[in-house]
């Protein structure tokens, strides 16, 4: 078994929608990001790469190639399950927290938790998302931005 860990954070602006976890959430601010920014799927690829070492994301995903502008995270997502196969290795669960001041994030997590397990090939209790804020303390805590942790365990197949 191996174990890797994974974090990004994004900035929250205007004219962007806010997408987490492959879920569409109505706000009035989006996450800025080369891709479609999707922090929470960005930590969860991190943490796959790192338990086999295989670098990060922005290695395997340049921000500077155009065929990843507004790039859908759960297709890279999709791309990293297959980096990881092809290691010998596979998913034993994933936990996750995304920290975020606003919106509220409980309504979405279940359909999170559901398009993350799907792509991964995964069942829905191998996959944990929690929603935490703040205390309306720095970046996150104002609103400014969101970030997101994410741990993974891997068994060689
Ligand atoms: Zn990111």
Redesign the pocket.
């Known amino acids: 078994m191996r174990i890797g860990l994974g974090y990004?954070?994004?900035r929250l602006v205007e004219d962007r929608k806010l997408i987490l976890g492959g879920v569409e959430i109505p706000y009035e601010l989006g996450?800025l990001?080369h891709?479609d920014?999707?922090?929470l799927i960005?930590?969860i690829i991190d943490a796959i790469l790192g338990s086999v070492a295989l670098r990060d994301?922005g290695y395997h995903f340049p921000d500077t190639d155009e065929k990843y502008k507004n790039a859908n995270?759960l297709e890279l997502l999709k791309e990293t399950k297959k980096l990881l196969l092809n290691e010998g290795y596979k998913i034993i669960n994933i936990d996750s927290n995304i920290i975020c001041q606003k919106p509220k994030l409980s309504p979405y997590i279940e359909e999170m938790r559901k398009n993350i397990s799907q792509v991964l090939e995964l069942k829905i209790n191998q996959v944990s998302i929690k929603a935490k804020t703040n205390e309306k303390m720095d970046s996150m805590g104002n609103g400014l931005s969101i970030s997101t942790n994410a741990i993974v365990l891997v068994e060689s197949i």
């Open positions: 990004d954070i994004h996450l990001g891709s920014a999707d922090v960005h930590s994301i995270s």
